[in-house]
């Protein structure tokens, strides 16, 4: 049985900074597998946010780039997203799952950025 779980998520004040983790288990082919970061916030539809092969190679939403850094430790089976230069509009649940989404939706963790 496959599960992710989030953590790491907190208030921050913007401009502040977050990392958030995932913790996958019961994945065999955690290396192989492309992971991604997903966030859905009040009243909006969930939307990509990053996700990185398990070659290494990464994709990032425009509204991200270069602020947010997804990277994963296969050893650990974890995913993470370091989130940094915050914003307001960053305030989301944060759900990490695969790429494409299969979808397993753990719980998610919650980010509010206050201005």
């Known amino acids: 049985q496959v599960q992710l779980v989030e953590s790491g998520g907190g208030l921050v004040q913007a401009g502040g900074s977050l990392r958030l983790s995932c913790a996958a288990s019961?994945?065999?082919?955690?290396?192989?597998?492309?992971m991604a970061w997903y966030r859905q916030a009040p009243g909006k539809q969930r939307e990509l946010v990053a996700h990185?092969?398990?070659?290494?190679?990464?994709y990032y939403a425009g509204s991200v780039m270069l602020r947010f850094t997804i990277s994963t430790d296969n050893a650990k089976k974890m995913v993470y997203l370091q989130m940094n230069s915050l914003k307001p509009e960053d305030t989301a649940v944060y759900y990490c799952?695969?790429?494409?989404?299969?979808?397993?939706w753990g719980q998610g963790t919650q980010v509010t950025v206050s201005s």
């Open positions: 990185i092969t398990g070659g290494g190679s990464t």
């Open positions: 019961g994945i065999r082919t955690f290396r192989d597998s492309t």
């Open positions: 799952d695969f790429y494409p989404p299969r979808p397993i």
